[in-house]
């Protein structure tokens, strides 16, 4: 799990994807026959197949994070999200502002010390708008390093838990993890795969709509993190996938219905080669399918999601077994999928 933890730890909030861009874009080298990037940023890495068609499979590079909003006279920054990050897991958390140089700063909301809290505003909910940075610094010498718009990203390192793995950023290194070991896996395919690290998944699947665009690709798998809230405070109608069940196979989302034909397909490799796999309906979210099947006159699409726990938290938790299994599945799907059999001939 050693890639794991150095794409999970690698900063890059949307539209400052370079850094982890690189770790990827090394890993893909090794894979592909071609890796480029576009304008936006999308990493592409083809490794061609028998000449069947396309296959586009995308997963997000970026993170959620901020950018420095303002800096006040005492030195104290301000945050503009880009993605939602959950304000109620960020009281007391460390940063990195990713200026001149990489400072550590201490999160913060602006209120006062919980010991002279009146219990009126104890109760009062938090906002992003509420919280700051204190770098430790006079404001002369933070403006010398910090300037606005610079990136900040939640400092926190990779552990083993159990027999899972949990760190800031698995939405969606995760996704990106799954594609590389996948196509490794994968030594013979009938389509043309496009493995695409998608940027600014998190603020609206800006990248993956530029990346399909150009690669007018005839098949689109997206492959992101879902909600696992199978934990206390849930109900089970709720939890939308379980932790440990397997790879999970989305029917729908806020932003596709996955083709039925693929959905069908998935499941009958899972079954014949005993992945474990489960069904998954997310009522709000969306993946790079979305965009992918609007690109053209329409794409075949579907996702594989990884569940996770505390998505969108710095504890963002998924199971050794799902990964395997979701590594598994795509791995045997590029290995048999001619995309061409996927659509409608009834036009
Ligand atoms: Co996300
Ligand atoms: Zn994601």
Redesign the pocket.
Known sequence: MELLKRLTEAPGIPGREDKIREIVKKEMDGICDDVRSDAMGNLIGLKKGSGNGKIMVAG?MD??GFMVKHIDDKGFLRLQPV??FDARTLMGRRVIVHGKEDLIGNLSSATKPIHILTEEEKKKELQIKDFFIDLGLPSEKVKEIVEIGDPVTLRQEFVQIGDSYSNKAM??RAGVLVMLEAVKKTKKHPADVYMVATVQ??VGLRGAVTSAFGLEPDLGIAL??TLAADFPGGEEPEYVTKLGQGVAIKIMDSSAISNHQLVKSLKEIARKKDIPYQMEILPR?GTDAGAIQASKAGVPVATLSIPCRY??TVNEMIHHDDLEASINLLASFLSETNPGDFVPTNR
């Open positions: 997000h993170e959620i993605g939602g939405d969606d998944e998190e992101d993190v979210g998505v969108h």
